[in-house]
């Protein structure tokens, strides 16, 4: 018999049982009853659990060191460079090498070691990267092997009160164990990632635990821990993971051989309701996702979704916040339609959403090269795929940073990734190509007029 289900239905007997003071008390009849344990369960997980080691050269920047003259005249040859290095914990997914862990432990990477439980270390790649979930999955290098996986678990079966354990490599000592309780479902103000929808555990988890397993009690895959809320740095009780749910989307995606996933585009933007606009809507409490804007020709514009539309459910999931809407809808597979109930003027309706990717033509990326202000930028036309990925209204007529490398001049100067360029000294900026000229003039004062969270910014910098 299977230890993991022996042990499992051996807690759900105890369980059941009358409460504690009504009990016959008795001497245990079996080895069994005495040795309650998860070490079943832990003997199941952990070859699956690895440690992510990551790299990277940094340089120490020195503004005195920058000077051409200074380095010839003291004769230094050039910027230092440190070696940075991030921990992390990850887990296998795929018998061929292949390792789901957090992206913020591999971001900016220019080396990555993955090891065992069993002491081994491998070179890995880096398959995919997805900021907006804040997972990557690797695979390991110059290996035929198999090995072993943990099985993903439904996400959506969790319970507020199910046994969990977070299994991982906290501050760098080696693989731990920890138990308790699942304290909370969909979290969505917690601020982490553009998918908010976390499990909450009291499992411990620390620095280290990132991109561990938190696993149910038949040894399954629940979520990917990812994030703790702590005012000394270590484990106070609270804990959280990204649904198993969302964790195979990315795996999916990366397994299809895609650089990027690939999600649902709802093509609407969606705001919360707050108590002021529950009370104008006529609704007993603040929920739901209420239609702010719909994007011409998306899919919300062909099912019939309306400014003003109140999505109430996706699918018989109940919907509370956009938030909730998001992760829902990001975890709807593609092709087929989603069914949402919505309010329309108080009235019950029912949509069909087609699930299809956004279309991603145009986009014409490239790099500012010439001395500039944008030097070093990574810029893309607002496609309707960029402006969904990276939460950008798709009406304002710019084009887009995408990519900011540590050090560049952009970087240094103020700019930020999702910064809409709309124009440079009096130019319209419509094109990536617009930029890119603009860039290669040498005028005394440049005047850009940008947008940002929304806010659209002035600035004059000096040439």
């Known amino acids: 018999m299977n230890p993991i289900r022996t042990f499992t239905v051996l807690c759900l007997s105890l369980a059941l049982t009358t409460p504690l003071a009504a009990q016959d008390r008795r001497l245990p009849s079996s080895q069994a009853e005495i040795r309650l344990s998860y ?4 003997q199941h997980v952990q070859p699956a659990v690895v440690n992510v080691y990551a790299a990277k050269l940094v340089q120490n920047r020195n503004p005195l060191l920058e000077d051409p003259i200074f380095r010839r005249f003291f004769g230094v040859p050039g910027q230092p ?4 290095r991030s921990l992390g914990s990850g887990v296998m ?3 061929s090498g292949l390792v789901v862990t957090n992206n913020h432990v591999i971001e900016g990477a220019d080396q990555v070691k993955v090891a065992l439980a069993d002491k081994r270390e491998f070179e890995a790649e880096i398959v995919l990267k ?8 690797l695979r390991l290098k110059d290996t035929k092997e198999k090995f072993a996986t943990l099985d993903f678990a439904n996400s959506d079966d969790l319970m507020v009160g199910d046994l969990v354990m977070a299994v991982g490599n906290p501050f760098g000592v080696g693989q731990t164990v920890t138990h308790g309780i699942v304290s909370a479902l969909a979290r969505t103000q917690v601020g982490i990632t553009d998918y908010q929808f976390f499990i909450q555990t009291d499992a411990a988890i620390n620095p280290g635990n990132s991109g561990g397993a938190l696993v149910d009690m038949t040894g399954k895959l629940v979520g990917i821990n990812t ?3 702590s005012r000394s740095g270590g484990s106070q009780g609270i804990g959280f993971a990204i649904p198993a749910n969302m964790v195979r989307v990315v795996v999916a995606s990366a397994k299809s051989g895609g650089k990027a996933v690939k999600r649902p585009w709802l093509g609407a933007r969606l705001q919360a309701v707050t108590p002021e606009i529950a009370e104008t809507l006529g609704l007993k409490r603040p929920g739901g996702a209420l239609v702010a804007s719909v994007t011409k020709g998306s899919p919300a514009e062909r099912a019939g979704l309306k400014l003003s539309d109140l999505i109430v459910s996706i699918d018989g999931f109940a919907i509370d916040d956009p938030n909730a809407f998001d992760y829902r809808f990001a975890t709807r597979p593609l092709g087929g339609a989603a069914q949402l109930d919505v309010q329309r003027g108080g009235k019950p309706v029912k949509l069909a959403i087609p699930l299809e990717t956004a279309p991603d033509t145009g986009r ?3 790099v500012i ?3 500039s202000p944008f030097q070093g930028a990574r810029i893309a036309n607002i496609s309707p795929a960029i402006a969904d990925e990276m939460r950008l209204d798709p009406s304002v007529e710019g084009v887009v940073v995408t990519e900011l490398p540590d050090g560049s001049t952009a970087a240094n100067v103020g700019f ?3 910064d809409i360029i709309v124009a440079v000294n009096n130019s319209r900026i419509a094109k990536t190509s617009d930029l890119e000229r603009v860039a290669g003039q040498t005028p005394r004062l440049w005047r850009i007029m940008l947008v940002r969270g929304g806010q659209q910014i002035q600035v004059t910098l000096g040439g």
């Open 39 to 42: 070490a079943p369960i832990v």
């Open 227 to 229: 994030a703790i809320f």
């Open 93 to 95: 997914v795929d018998a």
């Open 416 to 418: 930020q990734k999702g």
């Open 369 to 371: 090269t010439s001395r």
């Open 130 to 137: 997805d900021s907006r979930t804040d997972l990557a999955v």
């Open 364 to 366: 014409d990326e490239l």
């Open 81 to 84: 460079e440190q070696i940075q």
